[in-house]
């Protein structure tokens, strides 16, 4: 049990230190090399691609144990052997084919073993996200800098429906209001 | 260039510089980090580049053209909100007067 336990400790100490050095990594897209590309030729120019990136990453882990005192059950009926209850932990009764047996200055206990239980558990887990949207591109030529913007057509019209969406209701609401 | 070494930090930090011809460029980004003790968020965003030529440098920024509209769009969508519900509340109080 010693060893089960050291070994499920290590295991949890291990997962933890990898789940910590995953964490450090994620604050390597706070690097310009994350946003901006390799420079790439293209048609005599030097083309680089600028994004935006969104990282986010949360692990947690828990881990308990426990054990029991000695033996303090009930007798079980119908059972050859089993624990009888007493008002001293300490004192210990034999029990014959079932019946509850009578208190005595010592006796023998039959059955389950009345060593120490230990339970233990854990658990851990995590989550996390990426999003990247690209936003220009620098193009570098022997004359100049030329940054061309990128833009997303869905997500303006998107956001423009919703805007579209949103006066048309309260100018509903605002006639209604003038009626009234 | 850049604030914070605590559990928020927001950096403006140049990238490898690119030269071609006499031109030499120096991207630029900002991050924004917020860290807690079992994970962390990123937000990194291009902002401009610096353009050096002829011994003089120029920064030359990076519009989110995108977000802006969106923004503008949303704002504009959240103004006639406010102005709906001031109407609506004043016809209320009107109505109750």
């Known amino acids: ?180 | 260039m850049g604030k914070g070494d605590g559990p928020v930090s927001w950096e403006t930090t140049p990238g490898d510089r690119v030269s071609v011809g006499e031109v030499t460029v120096t991207p630029l980004s900002q991050a924004l980090s917020v860290r807690w003790s079992h994970g962390g968020w990123v937000w990194n965003r291009p902002v401009g580049v610096l353009v050096e030529r002829d011994g003089a440098t120029e920064k030359v920024p990076i519009i989110d053209v995108t977000r802006a509209a969106q923004v503008g769009l949303y704002a504009l969508g959240v103004l006639f909100g406010v102005a709906g519900l001031a109407v609506w509340m004043r016809g209320r109080r009107n109505s109750d007067g």
Request: no cysteine.
């Open chain 1, 1 to 180: 049990m010693d060893k089960t336990f050291e070994g499920l400790t290590t295991t949890s100490v291990e997962t933890q230190e990898q789940a910590v050095e995953l964490i450090e990594k994620l604050y390597a897209v706070a690097q310009p090399g994350a946003v901006f590309s390799e420079p790439m030729e293209f048609e005599g120019r030097t083309v680089i691609t600028a994004a935006e990136v969104n990282v986010g990453l949360g692990v947690g882990f828990g881990f308990g144990g426990g054990s029991t005192p000695a033996d303090e059950e009930e007798p079980k009926k119908g059972h050859r052997s089993g624990h009888a209850k007493s008002s001293d932990p300490h004192e210990r009764v034999t029990l014959t084919g079932g019946e509850e047996g009578s208190k005595g200055a010592s006796g023998e206990m039959e059955g389950e073993d009345s060593a120490q239980d230990f339970g233990m558990g854990g658990g851990g887990g995590g989550g996390g996200g990426a999003s990247g949207r690209p936003i220009a591109v620098i193009s570098v030529t022997g004359e100049g800098v030329e940054v061309e913007p990128v833009v997303d057509v869905t997500k303006i019209a998107l956001a423009f429906f919703t805007a579209l969406g949103s006066m048309f209701f309260m100018l509903m609401k605002m006639k209604k209001a003038a009626e009234r």
